[in-house]
């Protein structure tokens, strides 16, 4: 195969799973920096509105929540959560399931207000989309 360098989708692919790896063992410093570097290539190549990123995004909140540093994993978390709007549409199961997590965290920063409202939100999306199931077949 030819190499196609750094910048290159194929390459985040690598590096995603690779910062995953090391999320697994706990050493969230490299993980996170190795997100990081994924959303550099992913932003260099104008794919900052893909689910791509919003994965990418996701994952470096992840590893921020996962060290107890919330403020950081919500800034992640919201930015996910308005790509995920703008790509796939509010009324999408991954729509739901981004604002499930925010409120995961604001739960954990014991905002209990932030947190009922975002699980609300989510919970409307999923009525929503059984109530579209239910009557068109959709989903």
């Known amino acids: 195969a030819e ?4 910048y290159h989708p194929e390459y985040v692919k690598v590096l995603m ?7 697994w063992v706990s050493d969230f410093s490299t993980a996170r920096a190795l997100y990081c570097l994924c959303e550099k290539i992913q932003k260099s190549l104008s794919l900052s509105c893909s689910l791509e990123y919003s994965t990418i995004l996701n994952r470096i909140g992840l590893t921020y929540s ?3 540093e919330y403020r950081k ?8 959560e308005q790509i995920n709007r703008r790509v796939v549409g509010v009324i999408h199961p991954l729509s739901a399931s981004t604002l499930v997590t925010i409120a995961l965290v604001y739960d954990k920063m014991s905002k209990f207000s932030a947190a009922a409202f975002y699980n609300t939100t989510a919970l409307r999306i999923y009525v929503m989309l059984e109530v579209l199931e239910i009557f068109l077949g959709y989903r």
């Not at 690779?18 to 999320?23: D, I, P, V």
Request: a positive charge; charged letters at 15%.
């Open 3 to 6: 190499y196609m360098g750094e």
């Open 17 to 23: 799973l690779t910062a995953g790896a090391y999320r």
């Open 66 to 68: 996962l060290q107890g």
């Open 73 to 80: 994993a919500l800034s992640y978390y919201h930015r996910c």
